[in-house]
């Protein structure tokens, strides 16, 4: 039989579409793949020891808003992106392995919306649940830790979209205001459980008028004023870790009071902050720190840098072995 002019035309663009559409969706596919979480500040990471994993999510890949709600998951040294839905975007939430129920609880943050949040979320490991949606306390950059004496996540200070907060909760099931009395409010600090002593400690923040660089300690259901404020150098937006083969408080980062990004290792003995070292990661603050407890190791990803007053995220990740800091190499997203 013989074609028609129409309908050779016809077969040659049918051919043709076959030839690019292959090519078309690679080049797409090429463009969407993530490979890591990639640059942001203000993100949650934590190690998750029922998994022995670590866990990463939301923060802020650019200034005035724009957070993120994707989950990441480290293991294998790989990261997987996970598909289950969990909280809204946020960023500056706050978070805690808690060993009574072996999942992670995560706790309030910053909204695209400006909105601080008080719910309440659970990983698994598998896929996130959400156990309170509306909760008395409403907080972001704010921490939590879990109190093993009491089985139950002791959290402070904070911002609340009115004011900086200055009240210690715990949560077992639900949020009760503990009745001691607290450190000065302040919001954007660190805080970490101490093993060994069976102890929480605080250093650092920020309040509405100034900066603090005192050093507290919760034992025997009460906060013990460890240092002055002022006895030490000023910091916030840093972040610590518990290192329990060191037996020791460590800290990296943040930004003192005339606003100078900072790229000490610190640790804290007693009412004294003591640099260890000033090699590792460039300064920085708002990043993610944690210690896989499992591997004796401490793990920091991504944070906030300031070039010629542009603020500029951080995708890379590192390693702390106790005594120095290595550089883990990804393949960039694409």
Not at 235 to 250: E, K, P, T
Not at 288 to 311: A, M, P, R
Request: with cysteine; glycine share 10%.
């Amino acid at each position: 039989m013989i074609k028609t002019n129409t309908q050779v035309k016809l077969i040659l663009v049918i051919v043709l579409v076959f030839l690019i559409l292959p090519s078309s969706i690679l080049s797409r596919q090429d463009i969407q793949v993530e490979t890591n979480p990639g640059a942001r500040w203000g993100h949650i990471l934590i190690y998750d020891a029922a998994n022995d994993n670590i866990l990463l999510f939301g923060g802020a890949n650019q200034r005035g808003g724009d957070y993120l709600g994707d989950t990441w998951i480290w293991r294998d040294n790989e990261w997987k992106k996970i598909d289950s839905p969990g909280p809204p975007a946020r960023g500056f939430c706050a978070a805690t392995f808690h060993k009574g129920r072996n999942t992670v609880i995560l706790h309030g943050g910053r909204g695209n919306d400006g909105v601080t949040y008080s719910d309440l979320w659970e990983w698994n490991g598998i896929s996130w649940r959400q156990l309170e949606k509306n909760s008395a306390y409403k907080a972001d950059h704010h921490q939590m830790v879990y109190v093993h004496e009491q089985d139950a996540i002791l959290a402070f200070g904070g911002w609340n979209g009115e004011d900086v907060l200055g009240d210690t909760w715990f949560w077992n099931e639900y949020w009760k205001k503990a009745d001691s009395p607290s450190p000065p409010k302040r919001a954007s600090f660190s805080m970490v459980y101490n093993d060994q002593k069976n102890s929480v400690l605080l250093f650092g923040g920020l309040w509405v008028n100034g900066q603090y660089a005192d050093i507290w300690e919760w034992t025997n259901n009460q906060w013990h004023a460890l240092s002055e404020p002022y006895q030490n150098s000023s910091l916030d937006h840093h972040a610590m870790i518990y290192d329990s083969q060191l037996q020791q408080v460590i800290g990296f980062g943040g930004k003192n009071y005339r606003y100078i990004l900072q790229n000490a290792t610190f640790k804290i003995e007693g009412d004294a902050v003591k640099v260890i070292t000033m090699d590792g990661p460039k300064a920085r603050h708002s990043f993610g720190f944690t210690y896989d407890s499992g591997n004796h190791q401490g793990y920091l990803f991504g944070g906030k840098e300031y070039l010629s007053d542009e603020q500029i995220p951080l995708d890379d990740f590192w390693r702390w072995d106790g005594l120095k800091w290595h550089n883990i190499p990804l393949t960039k997203n694409k």
